[in-house]
C-alpha cells in the first residue's frame, strides 16, 4: 500500500476509536446529563452509589410523599438536568434529611407522555439518578438515597397541554417509612 492511502486510513482508524473511547472508571461528571445507558440498553450506575430501593419496601405503600411534596423538582422537556430554579428545593430536602437522621429518601422519576414507554423509563430514571447525585453533591450519605423511574405511568396531571406536560416532568421526594 503506498503512503499516500495509509495516512488517511490512520487517520480514519485514529478518529473511529476516539470516538469508541469509553472512561473507564465510569465517573459520571456531568450533573444531569442524559446519558447512562449503554447502546446495548444496559443501564450504568455513573456514580458507584447503590440504585433502586432497599429490600422489602414497597414504594407504593413504604414511601410518604406528602412530607416533601413541595420539593418535588420539575425538568424541561426531554432533558435530566435540573434547572437552577429548581436546585433551592433539593438543598431544603437535604436540610429535612441531616435534621431527621435515620430517614431515607426515595426519588421517584416521571416523564410526561410524549415519547416510547421504554424511552421514558429511562428518562425518569436519569431524572431520578441526577437529583440522587445533586443531594451527595449536597453531603447526604448515599446508602440513605434510593431511586426508581415511573416514566409516564402515573401523572401528576392528565391532559395533552403542555401545563399538564410540565407537571408530568418531575422527580417526586418520598421519606421511607420506618417500620
Same mark, same amino acid.
Given at each position: 500500500?503506498? @503512503?499516500?492511502?495509509?495516512?488517511?486510513? &490512520?487517520?480514519?482508524? $485514529?478518529?473511529?476509536? %476516539?470516538?469508541?473511547? #469509553?472512561?473507564?472508571? =465510569?465517573?459520571?461528571?456531568?450533573?444531569?446529563?442524559?446519558?447512562?445507558?449503554?447502546?446495548?440498553?444496559?443501564?450504568?450506575?455513573?456514580?458507584?452509589?447503590?440504585?433502586?430501593?432497599?429490600?422489602?419496601?414497597?414504594?407504593? @405503600?413504604?414511601?410518604?410523599?406528602?412530607? &416533601?411534596?413541595?420539593? $418535588?423538582?420539575?425538568? %424541561?422537556?426531554?432533558? #435530566?438536568?435540573?434547572? =437552577?430554579?429548581?436546585?433551592?428545593?433539593?438543598?431544603?430536602?437535604?436540610?429535612?434529611?441531616?435534621?431527621?437522621?435515620?430517614?431515607?429518601?426515595?426519588?421517584?422519576?416521571?416523564?410526561?407522555?410524549?415519547?416510547?414507554?421504554?424511552?421514558?423509563?429511562?428518562?425518569?430514571?436519569?431524572?431520578?439518578?441526577?437529583?440522587?447525585?445533586?443531594?451527595?453533591?449536597?453531603?447526604?450519605?448515599?446508602?440513605?438515597?434510593?431511586?426508581?423511574?415511573?416514566?409516564?405511568?402515573?401523572?401528576?396531571?392528565?391532559?395533552?397541554?403542555?401545563?399538564?406536560?410540565?407537571?408530568?416532568?418531575?422527580?417526586?421526594?418520598?421519606?421511607?417509612?420506618?417500620?
Amino acid at each position: 500500500m503506498n @503512503k499516500k492511502c495509509l495516512a488517511p486510513l &490512520l487517520i480514519a482508524a $485514529t478518529l473511529a476509536l %476516539a470516538a469508541c473511547k #469509553s472512561d473507564k472508571n =465510569g465517573s459520571y461528571t456531568d450533573m444531569g446529563a442524559d446519558n447512562g445507558t449503554l447502546p446495548n440498553g444496559d443501564k450504568v450506575d455513573m456514580t458507584g452509589i447503590p440504585q433502586g430501593r432497599p429490600e422489602g419496601i414497597n414504594p407504593d @405503600k413504604d414511601v410518604n410523599y406528602s412530607t &416533601l411534596e413541595s420539593n $418535588t423538582v420539575y425538568f %424541561a422537556f426531554d432533558s #435530566s438536568t435540573i434547572p =437552577g430554579a429548581e436546585r433551592s428545593k433539593l438543598a431544603a430536602a437535604a436540610e429535612w434529611l441531616k435534621a431527621n437522621p435515620g430517614h431515607a429518601l426515595f426519588l421517584a422519576g416521571h416523564a410526561d407522555k410524549r415519547g416510547t414507554p421504554e424511552y421514558n423509563r429511562a428518562l425518569g430514571e436519569r431524572r431520578a439518578l441526577a437529583v440522587r447525585e445533586y443531594l451527595v453533591g449536597l453531603g447526604l450519605p448515599a446508602a440513605s438515597l434510593f431511586t426508581i423511574s415511573y416514566g409516564s405511568d402515573r401523572p401528576a396531571v392528565q391532559g395533552d397541554t403542555e401545563q399538564a406536560y410540565a407537571k408530568n416532568r418531575r422527580v417526586q421526594i418520598g421519606v421511607i417509612v420506618q417500620k
